[in-house]
């Protein structure tokens, strides 16, 4: 990796940080499986940062929601078994 690609994978790293602190307040929850492609909140197994998600409805990508909506809107409040 040269030092462009560390520069832009560590400004990557720190908008993603920066987006998802803010959304974790009490009020929202994590739900996995309705993240629409390239609309998922942050990183998983499969790579390191928001909206990256490669399809739709992917059961590891995830979206914070307002807490009690995750269900209705078809998702699941825990990661799915690996």
Do not use: F
């Not at 602190?21 to 942050?42: F, I, L, M, T």
């Not at 409805?57 to 979206?63: F, G, L, Q, S």
């Not at 269900?71 to 699941?76: D, F, L, Q, T, Y």
């Amino acid at each position: 990796m040269n030092k462009r690609q560390a520069l832009i994978a560590a400004a990557l790293a720190t908008v993603c940080a920066a987006q998802a602190a803010p959304a974790a307040a009490d009020d929202k929850e994590k739900c996995y499986g309705v993240a629409k492609a390239g609309r998922n909140d942050c990183a998983t197994g499969a790579h390191s940062c928001a909206g990256q998600a490669k399809a739709d409805n992917a059961p590891a990508e995830w979206k914070y929601v307002p807490k009690g909506t995750c269900e209705k809107a078809g998702g699941k409040t825990t990661p799915p078994a690996k």
